[in-house]
């Protein structure tokens, strides 16, 4: 039975994990994702945060069609974890959907700097529901990176925004969707994965596009496919690490993405980050660095 189903779904074999493949693969996707960001937002200016969200996974929910044509149709949508491939697609869309909004209201710096609470929520998720050890240097790491990400928002003060909030809950949903991949990790094949939330994000949005659309113009509509097929791409790259790398040992590769959209933000907005966005992003990086350095003397040690 078991060489059956390995033959069946050849994605779906032993796990053997690979943490630089998945750290290579991660970063890839991450530089994917700041320039889809960078298109998101300027096509904001124009655009319903929902329609543009919908655009993007109507190139998604076709690419994920594409491979069922080649291997035989609807039955790679046959999932042995069907609730968990319900929750990850949810995950997906929620953040897609609030990190948009975000955009509409924040600089592009400023909304990736704040969405970095992500880590600290995947590495909490990973302990409670994936039973992966981690130390106290690694937690301590983690509330650092959330007192930069206070340093950003800045509560309390006259430079607050309520916006802010938006990032934050983009990553709830983003962590959710992130543990959910590598707890189905083994289960369902790739494409079985991607199918899944493509088809429930799609249906999600089309159910919420009547609440804000508005007929594109043709630049518009070019620009929010090339939104989707860029995030389909980042999305595989991104289901491919978590399969072969621990989700605590990725989590702080994503701050690369201070840096892409700190000079995507720069050269196609011109918008300058304050010293607050700044000092808090240095935080949040050093956060990140020490724990991938700690990462490295672990592994050292095992060996």
């Known amino acids: 039975m078991a060489q059956r189903d390995e033959a069946r779904h050849p994605a779906v074999a032993a ?10 693969l ?19 200016e124009s655009l319903p945060p929902v329609e543009i969200a919908w655009l993007r996974y109507l190139v998604f929910v076709t690419l994920a069609v594409m491979p069922l044509m080649r291997r035989g149709g609807l039955g790679v949508l046959r999932s042995r974890a069907p609730g968990l491939q319900v929750l990850r697609a949810v995950g997906v869309a ?24 992500s880590p600290a929520f995947i590495t909490a998720l990973s302990v409670v529901f994936l039973g992966e050890v981690v130390g106290w240097r690694r937690w301590s790491a983690l509330c650092v990176g959330l007192l930069g990400a206070l340093i950003v928002i800045r509560p309390g003060t006259d430079a607050f925004q309520v916006a802010a909030l938006l990032p934050i809950a983009s990553s709830a949903f983003w962590a959710m969707a992130a543990v959910v991949t590598r707890r189905m ?84 907005f011109g918008a300058v980050p304050d010293r607050w966005t700044l000092v808090g992003a240095l935080v949040i990086a050093a956060s990140g660095l020490y724990t991938a350095h700690r990462e490295r003397v672990r592994a050292q040690e095992r060996r």
């Open 15 to 24: 796990r053997v994990d690979d943490p630089l493949r998945g750290i290579a």
């Open 26 to 44: 991660q970063m890839s996707a991450i530089g994917l994702f700041s320039v889809s960001d960078t298109m998101a937002k300027r096509l904001g």
């Open 94 to 117: 929620g953040s897609a959907i609030f990190f948009i909004l975000a955009l509409r209201h924040l600089p592009l710096a400023e909304a990736t700097a704040i969405n970095f609470v």
């Open 185 to 268: 990790a083994g289960v369902d094949a790739t494409t079985t994965t991607l199918a899944w939330t493509a088809g429930v994000g799609f249906l999600l949005l089309t159910l919420l596009l009547p609440f804000g659309v508005q007929v594109p113009t043709w630049p518009q509509l070019w620009l929010g496919l090339a939104i989707g097929l860029v995030s389909s791409v980042a999305q595989w790259l991104v289901v491919l690490a978590y399969r072969v790398a621990p989700a605590s040992v990725l989590a702080p590769f994503s701050y690369v993405q201070l840096i892409t959209s700190g000079l995507l933000g720069l050269v196609v």
